[in-house]
């Protein structure tokens, strides 16, 4: 089992930025890539970026990417999520997600959540 905590979120005004982490505990961090998706009201959650367990590879969305910025410290056990220039329809819940293998942009491909960090962006 890997226990996921996000923590970061906020209120902040259009433009500017904000960043996520996501902490894990339970196994060895090194071994799973990992990922964010967020959900907006009344929205699907949905895939923002994904990073390999070592950190060489990573994979944005088309909305965030060049905005977005995905890293990890594998020795401190912690997943980044940098974002800048923020819209307000980068408003949601962003959840840090888990996975045994490759990089993984669906729901499915993860095994392990956490409980989410509210992001709000006023216009």
């Known amino acids: 089992q890997v226990q996921l905590v996000e923590s970061g979120g906020g209120l902040v005004q259009a433009g500017g930025s904000l960043r996520l982490s996501c902490v894990a505990s339970?196994?060895?961090?090194?071994?799973?890539?990992m990922a964010w998706f967020r959900q907006a009201p009344g929205k699907e959650r949905e895939f923002v970026a994904t990073?390999?367990?070592?950190?060489?590879?990573?994979y944005y969305a088309e909305s965030v990417k060049g905005r977005f910025t995905i890293s990890r410290d594998n020795a401190m056990n912690t997943l980044y999520l940098q974002m800048n220039s923020l819209k307000p329809e980068d408003t949601a819940v962003y959840y840090c997600?888990?996975?045994?293998?490759?990089?993984?942009?669906?729901?499915?491909?993860?095994?392990?959540w956490g409980q989410g960090t509210q992001v709000t962006v006023s216009s």
């Open positions: 997600a888990a996975r045994v293998g490759l990089l993984g942009t669906s729901i499915r491909d993860y095994d392990y």
């Open positions: 990073i390999s367990w070592r950190g060489g590879s990573t």
């Open positions: 339970g196994r060895t961090f090194s071994n799973y890539a």
